[in-house]
Nanobody, 116 residues
Framework: QVQVVESGGGLVQAGGSLKLSCATSGSTRSITAFGWYRQAPGKQRELVAGITSGDITNYADSVKGRFTISRDNAKNTVYLQMNSLKPEDTALYYC??????????WGQGTQVTVSS
């Protein structure tokens, strides 16, 4: 089992920044990749950014150039640095840990609200 806990969300004005953290514990050696997802009210959950065990990253077009995903293997933690935030970035942000054998673990989410 892998436990996933997100933190760092909050209320910020448009143009501001936030850094989300995703701390994992348990069978962390089984984790192969991470993803940050978000879900706004009335919308489907979407992938925002991902990072593999080889530090290959990918981003949704809507956040390219503004968000950066990174990981600290020693701390079993993944980060999402969000700059130049826009009201449309408002959502519940989830961390997903992809594991061996097709398993995955999700956190409870952290709310990001961007005011205009």
């Amino acid at each position: 089992q892998v436990q996933v806990v997100e933190s760092g969300g909050g209320l910020v004005q448009a143009g501001g920044s936030l850094k989300l953290s995703c701390a994992t514990s348990g069978s962390t050696r089984s984790i192969t990749a991470f993803g940050w997802y978000r879900q706004a009210p009335g919308k489907q959950r979407e992938l925002v950014a991902g990072i593999t065990s080889g530090d290959i990253t990918n981003y949704a077009d809507s956040v390219k150039g503004r968000f950066t995903i990174s990981r600290d293997n020693a701390k079993n933690t993944v980060y999402l640095q969000m700059n130049s935030l826009k009201p449309e970035d408002t959502a519940l942000y989830y961390c997903n840990a992809k594991r061996l054998l097709g398993r995955e673990s999700w956190g409870q989410g952290t709310q990001v609200t961007v005011s205009s």
